[in-house]
């Protein structure tokens, strides 16, 4: 159980494009879900904190008009990067937490999407 | 704010113990996690800690927490080429759920 999925997996857009990556929490519902991202041999950032119905939170130095998150069921969280560029290209892995099951601060984390911007 | 350090690289032989470090910061820090990242992968949790612990086995991994020196390490025993990977250790504080993630130290076993 605990199964959390992202779809694509590996997307490749021209500058100046908008791209949507999925995150799912499979067999449970997710009170919460985590968007990171990740450059080539570095660690994991958060970018921001989405709550079902409600808007996200997002880091300090993440740009909340470039990367929209949208929080709209309990098992579906998107992150969309508007208006890509090169720079945007990264690894962005999403986590769903469950506040009643296993650890109280357990985040489960999803494959991961390669985005590429041309 | 907070901070997590790791060392960067290991390299160990096959049947080896390996032993990755992990500093931290926040002394309020309440979980502590062990993650592993295969090349293009997500993270798979390994093992956790509770900050009132100062050790906890796993099978082939223990891990020790010296919670007044803010140190946590991860032991894997009897190393196998199946354990290359980046290995993250992780932190959070109870009601915040925010983990912050060390720098990640990637394990190279030689066979």
């Known amino acids: 159980g605990a199964v959390v999925s992202q779809h694509p997996s590996w997307v490749i857009c021209k500058s100046g494009t908008s791209v949507k990556i999925e995150c799912r929490s499979l067999?449970?519902?997710?009170?919460?879900m985590f968007w990171y991202r990740q450059f080539p041999k570095q660690s994991l950032m958060l970018m921001a904190t989405?709550?079902?119905?409600?808007?996200?939170?997002?880091e300090q130095g993440v740009e909340k008009d470039k990367f929209l998150i949208n929080h709209a069921s309990l098992t579906l969280s998107t992150l969309t990067v508007t208006s890509a560029h090169p720079e945007d290209s990264s690894f962005y892995i999403c986590?769903?937490?469950?506040?009643?099951?296993?650890?109280?601060?357990?985040?489960?984390f999803g494959p991961g999407t390669r985005l590429t911007v041309l | 704010g907070e901070d997590v350090e790791q060392s960067l690289f290991l390299s160990v032989r096959e049947g080896d113990s390996s032993v990755i470090n992990c500093t931290y910061t926040d002394s309020s820090s309440t979980y502590l996690y062990w993650y592993k990242q295969e090349p293009g992968a997500g993270l798979q949790l390994l093992t956790y800690i509770f900050s009132n612990m100062d050790m906890k086995q796993d099978q082939r991994l223990t891990v020790l927490l010296n919670k007044k020196d803010k140190h946590l390490s991860l032991r894997i025993a009897d190393t196998q080429t199946g354990d290359s990977a980046i290995y993250f250790c992780a932190e959070s504080t109870s009601g915040t759920y925010k983990y912050i993630f060390g720098t990640g130290t990637r394990l190279k076993v030689l066979a």
């Open positions: 067999d449970f519902q997710a009170t919460t």
């Open positions: 986590s769903a937490r469950v506040g009643f099951r296993g650890l109280y601060n357990e985040q489960f």
């Open positions: 989405s709550n079902e119905g409600s808007k996200a939170t997002y």
